[in-house]
T-cell receptor, first 114, second 112 residues
Framework: NAGVMQNPRHLVRRRGQEARLRCSPMKGHSHVYWYRQLPEEGLKFMVYLQKENIIDESGMPKERFSAEFPKEGPSILRIQQVVRGDSAAYFC????????????FGPGTRLTVT | QKEVEQNSGPLSVPEGAIASLNCTYSDRGSQSFFWYRQYSGKSPELIMSIYSNGDKEDGRFTAQLNKASQYVSLLIRDSQPSDSATYLCAVNEAGGYNKLIFGAGTRLAVHP
């Protein structure tokens, strides 16, 4: 299966801990997007990355959140010192190129902060 | 604030009927429009993309775009219970590096 892969699928963290979410794009795709879906809310854009570059992080909270997409390995979304309000589904999507092309979503990581 | 508006529903249709889902958007510069289907607890699945005015058909699905009215719709013919899901309209933000703005979704229920 050459789809977008995300792990872990479920993640439980206590308040104050760190959460690391991983995303491997579809084969042949070099553009990665992260979205967040809060309970009973719509999908919200967080960040767009290409290999070794953050292209658009206009949707990322200014503190505690960071993202990277290294030359080797998956993209990582990192949330430091998690709070209950971070509990959500985090989806990664990928596309083969930019300029308004289709984005394909991974299965998501459900983060629960206790 | 650029927005995508959808009726939250639920939209209830009988099996075999046509389901019509609508979406309006505020960003006049948007060029790309997508419909995603999301089953409860699952990830969004791309079902249609449309880039120019008019209709685009794919199997039982037809997407319609009217840029002058800033309006996108999705028709599902011969609706099946398995079509019951939330349908998300997504629009690219003009100048936004392919950032997608999503509507809150319309919940569709197809009853036998």
């Amino acid at each position: 299966n050459a789809g977008v892969m995300q792990n872990p699928r479920h993640l439980v963290r206590r308040r104050g801990q760190e959460a690391r979410l991983r995303c491997s794009p579809m084969k042949g795709h070099s553009h990665v997007y992260w979205y967040r879906q809060l309970p009973e809310e719509g999908l919200k854009f967080m960040v767009y990355l290409q290999k070794e570059n953050i292209i658009d992080e206009s949707g990322m909270p200014k503190e505690r959140f960071s993202a990277e997409f290294p030359k080797e390995g998956p993209s990582i979304l990192r949330i430091q010192q998690v709070v209950r309000g971070d509990s959500a589904a985090y989806f990664c999507a990928s596309s083969p190129r930019t300029e308004a092309y289709e984005q394909y979503f991974g299965p998501g990581t459900r983060l629960t902060v206790t | 604030q650029k927005e995508v508006e959808q009726n939250s529903g639920p939209l209830s249709v009988p099996e075999g009927a046509i389901a019509s889902l609508n979406c309006t958007y505020s960003d006049r510069g948007s060029q790309s429009f997508f419909w995603y289907r999301q089953y409860s607890g699952k990830s969004p699945e791309l079902i249609m993309s449309i880039y120019s005015n008019g209709d685009k058909e794919d199997g039982r699905f037809t997407a319609q775009l009217n840029k002058a009215s800033q309006y996108v719709s999705l028709l599902i013919r011969d609706s099946q219970p398995s079509d019951s899901a939330t349908y998300l309209c997504a629009v690219n933000e003009a100048g936004g590096y392919n950032k997608l703005i999503f509507g809150a979704g319309t919940r569709l229920a197809v009853h036998p």
